[in-house]
């Protein structure tokens, strides 16, 4: 039996890793995407991100490259991708919509709709976008009715797991492959595709299209949950005196409970997190159900507070008065470290509240420095973080870096202002910082 070829329709985040991954797996992979910048870019094994491995992953696959497999091919042409493919993922984003929580899936529909039109021969079409409930069964009849092979072509949905800076990882090693199906062969095709995995024993759960839309967003929805619990227990920590990191560390012991998304600070941002609570509640309410999601308001209440929290305890920092005159230093932009995403970063909101106040802010990122510009072309941006703490009467660590974790303090103590830091993500030792003689400060813990 010839092997299986696939398509990943959406070479953005999420496909470009896919691609890559598949090939890496060893099937021949061919990427389709309607903005041509992106398939050229790509052709070359580049990606218009920062994520750890996969520029080095796609080189290894991506054909044409000197020593590749090339295994991995990209194109424009939607009738090559549908003859191309046994398997076709389909990796758009569902953003939020514009002055709306709910998802927007024009992305999503109009991608399945221009595959849809091309398919001539049997084959698996497998949704992999985060999507309402409900949407995979529209979806299936809608391509079944457009498709010229008609209902020889399946639905499948299988949700991604895979987290910004660790992508590459986790498409190649996943905790859990989960499977939504409506038909004869879409357990069997995807447990062909994923037998690497599964040989390596990765739990596989198939279940019906509901519940595999309904795994990822609960996913996301519990991982935010637990994020802005430990930030409601930092908020009373700080009310009545406490340490929300060793109440972590002692919670996190009980197996039940676990050790992990348990780090209090400024809260959870990205392209993901904030926006798939928000379209799941939405969502509910559109099935009557909302009362079910009512705490999911709470949760990005507790979540969206804590930049303004971060902001205020800048103030206080800097004596209680307005921030007219003073210099902030803003360490990280991107929404978290190994990773330049700045789509709803705590940080940059803050820095931006904070020059919206009348602050004059620097900001340096590892990373996320180009994307920071565009969207927030207004503040200052220095080329490293030392330049950014120069003259600053405050220092806010923001994204917890590798890097910043790395600094000496005792060289920043020597080019600031005044020696004063706000640890946004409780990641940096304050024994070190109080022993080069800064002023510590974090978000749930004590003042010392
Ligand atoms: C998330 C999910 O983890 C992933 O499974 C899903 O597929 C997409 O959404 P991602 O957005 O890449 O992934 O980031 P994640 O590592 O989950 O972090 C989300 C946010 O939560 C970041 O802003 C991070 O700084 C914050 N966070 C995380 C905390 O504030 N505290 C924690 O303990 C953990």
Redesign the pocket.
């Known amino acids: 039996m010839a092997p299986l070829k696939l398509t990943v329709i959406g070479t953005g985040y999420l496909g470009a890793t896919h691609a890559a991954a598949m090939a890496e797996l060893g099937f021949e992979v061919l990427g389709l995407d309607v903005v041509p910048e992106k398939i050229e870019l790509l052709s070359q094994g580049r990606v218009p991100m920062y994520e750890p491995g996969l520029e080095e992953l796609l080189r290894k696959h991506v054909a044409g490259i000197e020593g590749s497999t090339g295994r991995l091919r990209f194109t424009l042409d939607w009738a090559e991708a549908a003859e191309f493919g046994d398997v076709h993922f389909v990796c758009v984003n569902t953003p939020q919509k514009r002055g709306e929580y709910a998802c927007d899936m024009s992305y999503v529909d109009s991608a399945m709709e221009s595959l849809a039109r091309h398919l001539r021969r049997p084959c698996l079409v497998v949704g992999k976008s985060t999507v309402p409930v409900g949407s995979a069964e529209r979806l299936a009849a809608r391509i079944v009715e457009l498709a010229p092979a008609g209902d020889a072509v399946e639905l499948a949905w299988n949700p991604?797991?895979?987290?910004?800076?660790f992508a590459v990882q986790d498409t190649l090693h996943p905790d859990r492959i989960v499977v939504g199906v409506a038909g004869p062969t879409g357990e069997k095709l995807l447990r062909e595709v994923y037998a690497g995995p599964l040989g390596a024993g990765t739990p596989l759960v198939v279940t019906d299209f509901p519940t595999a839309e309904l795994v990822k967003t609960s996913?996301?929805s519990f991982?935010a949950t637990k994020?802005s619990f430990?930030n409601a227990m930092a908020e009373v920590c700080e009310a009545g005196g406490g340490d929300v990191v060793r109440l972590a560390e002692a919670i996190g012991y009980d197996e039940r409970i676990g050790s992990?998304?348990?780090?209090a600070?400024i809260?959870?941002?990205?392209?993901?997190?904030p926006k798939d609570i928000r379209a799941f509640m939405a969502r509910a309410g559109e099935l009557g159900a909302d009362q079910a999601l009512t705490f999911l308001r709470e949760i990005d209440s507790i979540n969206m507070r804590r930049r303004g929290q971060m902001v205020e305890m800048a103030r206080e920092a800097l004596g209680g008065r307005s921030f007219l005159g003073t210099r902030v230093a803003v360490l990280g932009a991107a929404?978290?470290p190994d990773s330049d995403d700045v789509r709803d970063s705590?940080a940059l909101n803050v820095a931006g509240q904070i020059h919206l106040q009348g602050g004059q802010v620097t900001v340096y990122d590892p990373k996320g420095m180009d994307n920071a510009r565009r969207l927030f072309p207004t503040l200052v941006y220095a080329d490293s973080a030392v330049e950014a703490v120069r003259g600053a009467d405050v220092v806010l660590h923001l994204t917890e870096w590798r890097e910043f974790r790395e600094l000496d303090p005792a060289e920043l103590g020597a080019v600031a202002a005044r020696r004063v830091v706000l640890d946004g993500r409780n990641a940096l030792d304050p024994a070190v910082w109080r022993a080069a003689g800064w002023t510590y400060r974090a978000m749930g813990r004590p003042t010392a």
Do not use: Q, S
């Not at 992990?260 to 780090?263: G, S, V």
């Open positions: 991604e797991f895979l987290r910004e800076g996913a996301n991982l994020i430990i992990k998304f348990l780090r600070g809260g959870f941002g990205g392209g993901c997190l929404f978290k705590p």
